[in-house]
């Protein structure tokens, strides 16, 4: 392990971070919120840290980031980036603890959408608008943003991507690495803004549309308003959010074949159909089943269904209703959201769809192979042959999913947080969707979870935005063996 080089490229981070500050400093200054001073503080201590690490430990020549450097650049990176992202909470008096602060930056950068917020609206703007701007850059991830500048340094970027991009096999849309990353920036900033104008002719204002929007496309569900999309109750602004946030759950790479002319490519991917095919099924059963109810009117029932549900499977975790109130079976529906996640190589969290088909075609092969136990067959997802490589590393990463949902669920209850909140808020932090059930539900927040089940939910959040593998490897004592 070269840590020169890591400690350089993390600084490099640190420095792009400090730089993104300039945007909430002149919100605050357009503002005149007061928050000025503290985020002016925090973009200085950032830029100078991040300055010292990158220019202390720069090398000269060449440098090919090797497998082990790359996750770890990843991981420490993601880190970092939570630490100094809390400066603005904690100089601008937002929080009085450490704990809360870092947790609302890494709830933020992972996309969480977890907030111990107890009163959103008395928060200055310039503060809530780096709030919701974190959840903008952790969407297409801070790694990848810094991608498109590693080659001029003579820094292989691929092992950054691998560890970074959220699907089992990430590949390049384009030959250079920086190019690929160039490439989803613009479709992820394209779409932003279009979201941007779509929220603002519902009558949304330019402050809230701008930080709903930067949001809604990570799939993170921070909202400037108490009661979340509730606030606005206005059916337009939920078809805008319902309508953005399933983009936002759709591979960014068929985005870019879309532009580039191939328009039936949403449904010749598998993937995608599995994923629409969910999110109708399951609107569809919570609408019949809250119709009557819960609603009296068909159209309320599906208005309220398709948000909650596309909000968790796509793990957003807006909220424009109060699911615990809902019938037994809409809530576990709602539970079982929380494992699904959107789509590969989207901004979404979860388990992946590709990764959930993939398991149950291995299923179905070995329930096959014990009928016609001298039969060959492969696991196929389209005319895509799936090599038994992937199969061992998706069945071993559900399997490590589960069994950490379990622990971090035991080690939270023990901390005398009851059995639903348990389940959920780690369920929720694991798929990095935000709202649970219980203590953490859609009306409340993580304010009340003991500060032990914050560092706890904190590194479950960091565990499932790295999925899994690039986190917990650093806990394996050959990892930093030589």
Partial sequence: MRWN???NLIGLIILCLGGTMIF???????????STISILMSMVITLASGACLYFFFKQTGKKQISQREGVAIVALGWTAVGLFGSFPFLFDGVFTSFVDAFFESVSGFT???????????????????????????????IIVFSLAILPFLGVGGMQLFKAEVPTPVPDKLVPRLSDTAKILWKVYILISLIQICALM????????????????MP??????????????????????????????GINFSLHYQFLKGETLIFWKDKECRCFFFIVILFTLLITFDIFGNVYESIIDAFRYASFQV???????????ADYEKWPAMSQIIIFFCMFFGASAGSTGGGMKIIRIMISFKYCYRELF????????SQVKIGKSVISEDVMKSIMGFLGLYIILFVICSIILASLGVDFLTAISAVASSIGNIGPGFGMVGPVENYAAIPTAGKWLLTWCMLLGRLEIYTFI???VPEFWKK
Wanted: negative net charge.
């Fill in 369 to 376: 192979g014990m009928i016609h136990p001298h039969s060959v």
């Fill in 310 to 320: 596309v909000s968790i499977v796509t793990t957003t975790g807006y909220a424009t």
């Fill in 473 to 475: 490897i650093l806990l």
């Fill in 24 to 34: 909430p400093l002149i919100c605050s200054l357009i503002y005149s919120d007061g």
């Fill in 111 to 141: 996309t969480t959408g977890a907030s111990v917020l107890t009163n959103i609206e008395s928060v200055s703007k310039g503060i809530l608008f780096w709030r919701s701007f974190i959840q903008w850059l952790g969407g297409m991830g």
């Fill in 5 to 7: 080089t890591v400690l």
């Fill in 219 to 248: 799939t993170g569900g921070f909202s400037t308003k108490n009661s979340s999309m509730a606030h606005f109750n206005s059916a337009y602004l939920d078809f805008v959010i319902v309508l953005f946030m399933l983009l936002a």
């Fill in 201 to 216: 002719f519902g009558g949304m204002d330019l402050f809230d549309a701008i930080c709903h929007a930067s949001t809604t």
